[in-house]
């Protein structure tokens, strides 16, 4: 019996263009890092508050491209963990693809008409560039979740591994997938704590009306990355105590979220993060541009609402596989 299957066609081409699409956005992501450091040095200066969060974003951009190309080689290869990663990129690229669409067209035809630009053909060119991930996305979707192709990666394990496929502490396979991906995702905010303390400006915190500036602005974010990571390590355990943890959590940044965008100091208070940050000064079209932001400040919510949506639609599955994992086996 062949215990290395061959990937299908279909397999083979959704890896190969995670491997192009990967390879594209490393070379993209470092081209951007060369020409802005280059005409930082030749023209305009980049702000030095700015230059570490800019090419931090860009080092985190760079990551995310090499890893999709691992990805999308352990994806031809049959890697369980590739299908569940690569179905994790696809559902970012769809959700942020849609949003890009949704933020760029509001921001085209609400801005001023300009006769030197067209709104229609600057909208079609923005659109295609969004479009083309939320196509990848919607195909890697369908396909990696179709059962033919998830019984692919399933005979490629080997036959110790087949037979006990509860073996990952962090991976119960009776928990939902769904939830593991929300699980991750709210782990990974611990990754941001290390970074806090050393940003060139304090970041301050909002939260129902207050905002925390200076050391208690950084330690109230420290304890809500913390907080959130630690959520998201209880749904990766399948505790029940993760679960309500994070459907408490995200309950309160939405009504968080929901407060400050209408909160008639909202401009006030953001003015006040900006002086607080040492940004520029802002141009004359400063109330349309917060008007923005407060637009900006729902989309975010979308995240939290999606979370709070998923743990719902899974919650029965997801206290089996808690009372599954706390009654001893015999």
Not at 24 to 29: E, Q
Not at 81 to 101: D, E, S, T, Y
Not at 103 to 119: E, T
């Amino acid at each position: 019996m062949d215990r290395h299957p061959r990937a299908s066609a279909s397999v083979v081409s959704a890896g190969v263009v995670a491997i192009v699409g990967g390879m594209l956005a490393a070379l993209t992501t470092l081209g951007s890092m060369v020409l802005v450091s280059w005409h930082a040095s030749a023209a305009r200066p980049l702000p030095a508050q700015l230059r570490p969060i800019f090419y931090g974003v860009q080092m985190f951009f760079l990551f995310c491209a090499l890893f999709v190309v691992l990805v999308g080689i352990e994806v031809i290869r049959l890697r369980r963990w590739a299908r569940i990663a690569i179905l994790v990129i696809a559902g970012c690229l769809l959700f942020f693809g849609v949003i890009g669409i949704g933020v760029i067209l509001f921001v085209i035809f609400a801005a001023p008409a300009d006769p030197a630009l067209s709104k229609t053909v600057l909208a079609f060119f923005l659109s295609l560039i969004y479009g083309i991930p939320i196509v990848i996305a919607v195909w890697w979707l369908a396909l990696f979740t179709r059962p033919s192709v998830a019984a692919q990666f399933a005979s490629a394990l080997p036959p110790m591994a087949a037979s006990a496929p509860d073996a990952s502490f962090f991976n119960n396979p009776a928990c939902p997938l769904a939830v593991r991906i929300v699980a991750w995702y709210l782990v990974s905010f611990v990754l941001f704590v290390p970074f806090l303390p050393f940003l060139p400006f304090p970041l301050p915190a909002y939260f129902m009306g207050h905002l925390y500036r200076g050391p208690a602005g950084a330690l109230f974010l420290i304890l809500n990355f913390l907080l959130l990571a630690v959520a998201g390590v209880g749904l990766l355990l399948v505790k029940r105590w993760g679960y309500s943890l994070t459907l408490a959590t995200q309950i309160l940044i939405c009504i968080n979220g929901a407060f400050a965008a209408s909160s008639a100091s909202f401009e006030s208070m953001a003015r006040s993060a900006m002086d607080e940050m040492h940004l520029p000064v802002l141009p004359p079209v400063a109330p349309e541009m917060f008007n923005y932001i407060r637009y900006f400040q729902l989309f975010g919510l979308i995240i939290p609402l999606a979370i709070v949506l998923t743990l719902l639609v899974c919650r029965r599955a997801f206290f089996a596989a808690a009372t599954a994992t706390a009654t001893p086996n015999p």
